[in-house]
């Protein structure tokens, strides 16, 4: 079983829409979690940390569920520029583990 | 605050020839990651150090490949010989304490 799944999607979806993405792992002992945003040829960027209590940043939201053993992104009101690859991290002690990324298509 | 730094952005090459991809992390930064991300394989993490030191190289994929960090602010990974299979694109990343990862913009490697 891998460490982080995702899955690939694509998720097409209409501006305005609000989307969801899920990311699940494996190990209970897993303690930092992210989100990072690639775009096509580019290199990842840090998109938001995820803390317990869940955290928010503008239209986007985090949240981790210890119980479950996964995290979600969820955008509100997407934009064009939305549109991208979204990967999440699972961190534990020593070990770094990235997700393949969720694909997201936003369209006109 | 200048970013994560990687040289070449590109590289071509023929089969056979070495190949030595530079990094130099963010200031302050004491994990230094190189990763590499082809379609098929996705994003793999192939050798991290902490402190200057190699930590894990469990994913550096065979001896041809190779890493090294002889201060805190500049690595390099190495192949001899290359081979078309290590085309990819090859990110450099640093982070504080092993928390956010910073990346650089990646070198693209093409191997003939």
């Known amino acids: 079983r891998k460490e982080v799944e995702q899955d690939p999607g694509p998720f097409n979806v209409p501006e305005g829409a609000t989307v969801a993405f899920n990311c699940t792992y494996s190990?209970?002992?897993?303690?930092?979690f992210f989100w990072y945003r690639q775009d096509c040829r580019k290199e990842p960027k840090l998109l938001m940390s995820?803390?317990?209590s869940g955290n928010e940043d503008g239209r986007f939201t985090a949240q981790l569920n210890r119980a479950s053993q996964y995290i979600s992104l969820l955008i509100r009101d997407s934009k064009l520029s939305d549109s991208a690859t979204y990967l999440c991290?699972?961190?534990?002690?020593?070990?770094?583990?990235f997700g393949s990324g969720t694909k997201l298509n936003v369209k006109p | 605050d200048a970013g994560v730094i990687q040289s070449p952005r590109h590289e071509v090459t023929e089969m056979g020839q070495e190949v030595t991809l530079r990094c130099k992390p963010i200031?302050?930064?004491?994990?230094l990651f190189w990763y590499r991300q082809t379609m098929m394989r996705g994003l793999e993490l192939l050798i991290y150090f902490n402190n200057n030191v190699p930590i894990d190289d469990s994913g550096m994929p065979e001896d041809r490949f190779s890493a090294k960090m002889p201060n805190a602010s500049f690595s390099t990974l190495k192949i001899q010989p290359s081979e078309p299979r290590d085309s990819a694109v090859y990110f450099c990343?640093?982070?504080?304490?092993?928390?956010?990862?910073?990346f650089g913009p990646g070198t693209r490697l093409t191997v003939t």
């Open positions: 990343a640093s982070s504080r304490q092993g928390y956010e990862q910073y």
């Open positions: 200031s302050g930064h004491d994990y």
């Open positions: 190990n209970s002992a897993s303690q930092s």
């Open positions: 995820v803390y317990s």
């Open positions: 991290v699972v961190n534990l002690p020593g070990k770094f583990y």
